[in-house]
C-alpha cells in the first residue's frame, strides 16, 4: 500500500517543460532513491509533491500526485498547507542557508509541533529536545536557546531532519541530504535517515546523485534524466541488472576501488539544459545503442523483472566494462 | 610606465564599455539624452536664451506665462526662461567642478588609507565616517559661513560636503582589490608600493568611483540650490537656480512660476542624472561593488 | 552580550567626539578678524572685552582654551548670544523641543509610511503598483527640499487654504513640514525595506518555511519582516543627521523655531557661541544616534554580536 504515489507528472515554467511523464510509488517503511545528475529535475519533482512549484514561478501540467490516496493537485492550498510539514515532511540541501539565521532554533522547530499538532509553546519546546535526543544532538536544551550560526552542518542539518520530523509525518523527501556535508557526517546522516524510516515506518524518498549512497539504503530507485523517469525498479534489479543505456553508464562510473589498472569511465557528452532537451528520448544524443526510433520516439517504459526501463532497445549489458 | 597612456586606455575601455550599453535601454536613452541635450543648453546659453538674463523691465513684473515671455518675468521683469538657461549653466559647472575636486581628492585620501592600512587609515576614516553621518547641507553651511558667500566658496562646500564619500568608496574598492590573488603576485614579483597603485589599483578601482561621481553631482546640484536659497550662492545678478526660487518666495502668492520652473529644472535634471546613473551601474554591472558605501 | 558591545560602541564614540568638538571649537578661530572680537558683539567697550577673556582665559594658550570651554559645556555654560545678549543655554533650551518635536514625528511618519509603502511594493505582485512606488522613490530621494516646502505652501496654504503658511502654532502647523521632510524619508525606508525583502525572498531558508506548512503571513512577519527591518535601522540611525538636515532647510522655509532656524540666523549674524553650541548639539545627535542605530543592530542580528570589531 503505497503512501506517496506520483503519476505522468508534467511540471512546466512558462512556456518551458522541465519534467514530462515522472511517475513512481513509495510505500510505509520504504525507501525510494531518486537519482540523477544535477539537473535531472530531482529537485523539481520534490517541490512539486511538496505543493511549493508557485514558489517558484512553476505549475504542474499534467499527472496526479497521490498521497494516502488523495490526489495533491487538486487540493486547495489551505488544505495543502495542512498537509506540508505536518504529513509530509521536506530536508533541503543546504543546511547552512535552511535556517533563519535571526531566531534561535528553539522555537524553529517548535514552530512546527505548534502549528500540526496543536501543542503549547511549552509542550512543543518538549517535544523538540525529544526529537533531537533520538537524532543524537547532545545537549538538545542548551542548543535550542542557540542561533544557527553558532552550529556546525552537520548540526544543523539534523536540526532540519528534526523540523520535517516535529509533526510525525507519514512521507519525508529528503533533497541530497548529504551534498554539502562533509563525508564523515555524511555516513552518520544517512545511516540516521534509514534508522528513522525503520523505527518510524516512515515512506521515504531520497533524492541524491550519490549511487552508492543508493546501494546502501534504498529498497527501489528511480533513475532520472533530463527532466524524465528513464529506469525504474528494485535497487538489486538496478544494479546488477541495468536495462537503460543511461543507468549502465551510471553503474559503470562508480569508482570500484583498488581493482588495478581500471580506467575512470565517464559518459560522453554533457547533460542537456532545460531549454534544449533532445526529441524523443532524451539520451539519444549521448547513447551507444541510439538509432533513428530514438530521436522520433518518446521510448515507453518496458518491464523486465522487477525493474522497468524507458528504452527501445532495454537489454542488460549494453555498457562495456572498460 | 606612462601615465598618460594608461589613462587613456582606462578611459577608452570605460567609454566603450560603459556609454554604449547605458544609453541602449529606453531609460538610458531619454534620461542620458536629457542630460546630453542639457549640457549643450548650457553651452550654448548665450546663443539659445531669448533674453538677456539680467534684463530688466518694471514695466512688464511678474507676468504670467505667455508671450513672449514663455515662462513669464520676474519682480524685476527678466524673463524667467532666460534665467533658468543661463542657471543651468551656473548650476552645472559648480557641481562638476565642485564634485571633480572632490573625487580627486577623495580618491587619493581612500586609496592611500586603503592601500597603507594601520593607524593612517583609521585616523582618515574615523574623521570621513564622522563627516559622512552629517547632512551635506550642514557642512556646506558651516564652510560658507567660515568662508563667506558666493560661486567660489559654494564650489568648496559642496566638494568638502561628498569628499567623505568618495574617500570611503575608494578605500573599500582598494581593500578590497588588495585582497586578490594578483596583486600579491605583482608584490611578490617586488614591485613598488607606487606601481602597484597607478597600475593595477586604480584602473580596477575607478569604474564605481566614476559612476558615483556622477550621481554626487545630482546631489551637488540640489546643494547649490540649497545653498543659493539661502543666498549664499551665487551672488546677483549671477543667476542661478537656487537663488531665483530664494528672491521668488517673496512673491510667492503673486508669480509662483518664477518658483516653480527652477525648481522642476532642478528636479528633472537629478531624476535624469540618477535613472542615468542606473543604467550606468547596470551597464558596468557594479552593483556589487557599490554595497560596501 | 549586547551590554558588552554598547559599551564598546560607547568606547569608540571618545576619539570621534573628542574631534568633534575640537573642530567646532577651531572654527572661531579660522574666521577671519581676531577671534576674541568674533565672540563681541560691535561696539563693546575694553571692560566687556576684558571681562571675556578673563571668563574664557582667552589669554591663555590654545589647549587650556580649549579645556576651559569643553568644562564650560559640561556644566551647561554655553557662553552669552552676541546678538541677543542671553546665555546660549536659554535660546537651546528653547528651541530644541520644536526640533525635537518635528524630527521625532518625521522619522515616525517616515519609517511607517515607508515600510508599508516598501512592504506592499515587495510582497504584492502588481506591476503598477510597483511602478508607481519606484517612481514615487526616486522622486523622493531627487527632489529638493524647500522647493516640496514651497509647493505644498502654495497649493495647501495659499490655494486651499487647509494649512497656516508659517509658524508653529497647532498640529496644523506641523502637517506640512512633516510631510516635507516625510517625502524624503518615506522614500529612503522604502526603497531599503523594498529591496530588503525582495533579497530575503530569495533565501533558502524561505522554501523551508513554507515546507513547514507555515501561511504566507506568517512567514512575512515573523520571519521576512525581521530582516528587512535590519537594514531599515541601520539606515534610519545613519540618517538621523540627515532628517535634521532636512530640518534645517523646513524649518526655515516654513518659519518654524528650531535649532535649525537657530543655527541659520546665528550664521547670518555671525553669532558664533550659538554657532558652535548648536553645531556641538546636531554632532551628539547624530553620535547618538549612530550609537542606538549601532546597537540595534546587534540587538536585531545575533551574528553581529559574536564579531570583535
Redesign the interface.
Known sequence: MSMLEVRDLGVAFGAVQPLSDVSFSVGKGETLGLVGESGSGKSLTAMSVMGLLPLIGGRITAGAVEFDGQDLTKLPEKAYRKLRGGRIGLITQNPMTSLDPLQKIGPQVDAVAVLHLRMTRAEARARTVEILGTLRIPEPALICERYPHQMSGGMKQRIVIAMALAANPAVLIADEPTTALDVTVQAQIIRLLDDLVKSRDLALVLITHDMSVVAQVCDKVVVMYAGRAVERGSVEAIFERPRHPYTQALIGCIPRGLEGTERLTGIEGTVPTVMNYPSGCPFHPRCPRAEPICAREVPAFSTGGDSAAACHFAEVGHAKPA | MKTSSMTARTLDAFARMSIGRAFASGIGMVAGGFLVLLVLVAIFAPWIAPFDYAAQNLMNANAPPGWPHLLGTDEFGRDVLSRVIFGARTSLSVSATAIAISMAAGMTLGAAAGYFGGFFERAVM??V??TW??????IA??FV??IGPGLTSTTFAIAIAYLAQFTRLTRAQIVRLKRETFIEATINLGAKPSHILLRHLMPNAIAPVIVVGMLAI?DGI?LE??LG??GLGAQPPTPSWGAM?SSG?AQ??LS?WV??FP?VA??VT??A???FGDELIRALDIRDRLRGS | MILRYTAQRLLMLIPVSFSTSVVIFMIVYLLPGDPIDNLLRVGSSPEDRAELVAQYGLDRSLVVQYFVWIGNMFQGEFGQAIVLRRPVADLIAQNLPYSLTLGGLAFLFSSTVGMALGTLSAMVRNPVLDRFVRGFILLGSTVPGFWLALLLILFFSVNLGWFPVSGARGWESLVLPVLTIGFGGVALVARVTRVALLDVQREDFVTLLHAKGLSSGAILFRHLMPHALLPVVTILALRIGWILGGAVTVEFVFGRPGLGSLLIRALGQRDYPVVQACLLMLALAVMLGTLIGDVAQAAMDPRIREKKS
Request: no cysteine.
Open positions: 574615523t574623521v565616517d564622522l553621518s552629517f547632512p551635506d547641507i550642514l553651511l558651516i559661513a567660515i545630482g540640489v540650490a540649497t536659497f539661502f526660487m518666495t510667492l502668492f509662483p518658483i516653480i525648481g532642478v528636479a537629478v531624476i542624472v540618477n535613472l
